[in-house]
């Protein structure tokens, strides 16, 4: 658990973001006080806009202002791929412009295919079902709340709940069974 100050902290620097090097800095140094082992910039949207390169460029600034390790989620999304072996990706948001998610993962070298119809999710899942795609990996506020995602493969009705931090794992074991590796 957090003490109330660096509680405190956390909610006032909650959100840092943009081109404001000096703002993530500050707020780096100040989350610091907590002796993290790593700290995560959670911000998609910014280190997706900024790409790779910029990206690491955040990072670097998180980890010159206080000496710890950093990551960023749009970072990890990039080394599950890698881990799983996965070049082409199907993208699938709520959001009405995917065009920052399109051009990162392009840049990070993955091919994306991507629905930005104006359809309910339900439409979209159905027709990744349709042109043959083996797996849905959906993440919902519900879910989130509960440390689950929604894991559904395509020849299958059943909807599975696993944990964040065992997806990954599970679906490149899965992968990996049907490979035949």
């Not at 629905?115 to 439409?123: K, Q």
């Not at 990744?128 to 989130?144: E, N, Q």
Request: charged share 30%.
């Amino acid at each position: 658990m957090l003490g109330g100050r660096v509680r405190d902290k956390v909610r006032a620097y909650a959100w840092i973001g943009g081109d404001r090097p000096h703002e993530i800095a500050d707020a780096a140094k100040l989350l610091s006080d907590a002796h993290p082992d790593v700290i995560v910039f959670h911000c998609t949207d910014t280190s997706m806009t900024q790409g790779p390169q910029g990206e690491g460029k955040i990072l670097d600034i998180v980890k010159d202002a206080t000496g710890i390790d950093a990551m960023a989620t749009s970072r990890l999304v990039l080394d599950a791929l890698t881990a799983l072996g996965m070049k082409k990706v199907v993208l699938l948001t709520p959001y009405k412009s995917n065009k920052a998610v399109i051009d990162y993962l392009t840049a990070a070298g993955v091919e994306v295919l991507y629905d930005d119809r104006n359809e309910r999710a339900g439409v979209k899942f159905k027709d990744a079902d349709l042109i043959g795609l083996p797996f849905r990996i959906a993440v919902g506020k519900k879910g989130l709340a509960e440390g689950v995602v929604e894991v559904k493969r395509r020849n299958s009705a059943e909807v599975r709940k696993m944990k964040i931090d065992e997806v990954v794992r599970a679906v490149a074991a899965e992968v990996a069974a049907e490979r035949g590796s």
